[in-house]
């Protein structure tokens, strides 16, 4: 198949998804699939984090990462040697290794449920930074289902945070770095293709865990590499996803769906640690299907208000 027919197939594909799913929808949708993804890689993580250094861990996925993007890399290699807003590239990249790296000490010292707590914080700022540059309007609906799903989550996981406050600051910052990095990409995104918002982000934070990584490198085993690997393979994957969901959504209605984490953390909390939530955990579990599922069901009644008030062809 010619490059130009792919293309043609991939386009008419498109148009008939659009007709099917309104594309605010599709970026709700894509935004759930993205968040169990990044829960997913912070349990390998965590198994990770016993014997391998965390830079070492981060490098490795920017790697795998790398490897993934070459192709399109060396397609669009012209387009990557000029980017359009420089400053919002290093600003996003720094937020971006802060979220990762920060992440990673959090989950990896702290119980899940409380490190998956202190990520929520990042709706709140993504909700605050996408209001004052963005110019996005956050309404009262808007902010009482971000409202409502904070409270489930503090049904949920009931966090005590008795453990240093260390890591509940690095909780925090990186919670904060992840909502500076979601909200450049929401606004590069509008001028800035996908390859070269991935790219960048893949190559500079590698470089930045490149020298501390060799510095404390211990050889993994077969098994740990291949965690490794994955990790760095379900990070490409959620990454392309998360971003493709910013194209079709509002910055903070797609942040508001991050809710979905805890869900993911209590499912694999109990598959993998028998981790069992109490009578609250499960109103708080219920209470935050309702934050996830309320943006869905506003913007599907808007659309379907929409087009009833159009006129008949």
Same mark, same amino acid.
């Given at each position: ?26 970026g ?19 198994i990770?984090?016993? =014997?391998?250094?965390?830079?070492q861990?981060?490098?490795? =996925? ?26 919002l ?41 996408? =209001? ?28 005590e945070?008795?453990?240093s ?22 606004k ?22 490149l ?18 690997i ?65 943006p869905?069901?506003?913007t ?14």
């Amino acid at each position: 198949m010619s490059v130009l027919t792919r293309e043609l197939v991939l386009k008419r594909l498109e148009q008939r998804i659009n007709h099917v799913i309104p594309v605010k929808i599709q970026g709700i949708l894509l935004a759930l699939i993205s968040t169990g993804l990044f829960v997913l890689v912070g349990v390998l993580v965590r198994i990770l984090s016993e =014997r391998i250094d965390l830079f070492q861990i981060l490098l490795f =996925r920017q790697l795998v990462f790398i490897v993934l993007l070459l192709p399109s890399v060396k397609a669009s290699i012209d387009i990557l040697l000029k980017p359009r807003q420089v400053k919002l590239h290093f600003l996003r990249i720094f937020g971006a290794f802060l979220a990762l790296y920060l992440g990673f000490v959090t989950v990896s010292h702290i119980p899940l449920a409380d490190a998956t707590a202190l990520g929520f914080t990042q709706v709140l700022f993504v909700a605050v930074i996408s =209001r004052l540059f963005l110019s996005e309007a956050v309404g009262l609906s808007r902010l009482l289902t971000i409202l409502i799903g904070f409270a489930g989550v503090i049904l949920v996981v009931q966090p005590e945070f008795n453990q240093s406050a260390v890591y509940t600051l690095t909780g925090l910052i990186a919670a904060s770095g992840a909502a500076v990095a979601v909200v450049c990409v929401r606004k590069m995104a509008q001028t800035e293709p996908r390859v070269v918002l991935l790219s960048y982000q893949a190559v500079f934070v590698g470089l930045i865990a490149l020298l501390p990584s060799l510095m404390s490198w211990q050889w993994p085993t077969l098994y740990e590499l291949m965690l490794l690997i994955l990790v760095g393979v379900i990070s490409s994957v959620a990454q392309w996803i998360g971003i493709t969901a910013y194209k079709l959504a509002e910055a903070n209605v797609i942040a508001n769906v991050e809710y979905a984490k805890i869900v993911y953390s209590l499912a694999l909390g109990y598959w993998l640690f028998a981790e069992t939530p109490d009578t609250l955990a499960v109103l708080g579990v219920l209470i935050i299907f309702t934050s996830a599922i309320l943006p869905l069901l506003m913007t599907f009644l808007s659309v379907r208000r929409f087009s009833s008030n159009q006129p008949p062809v």
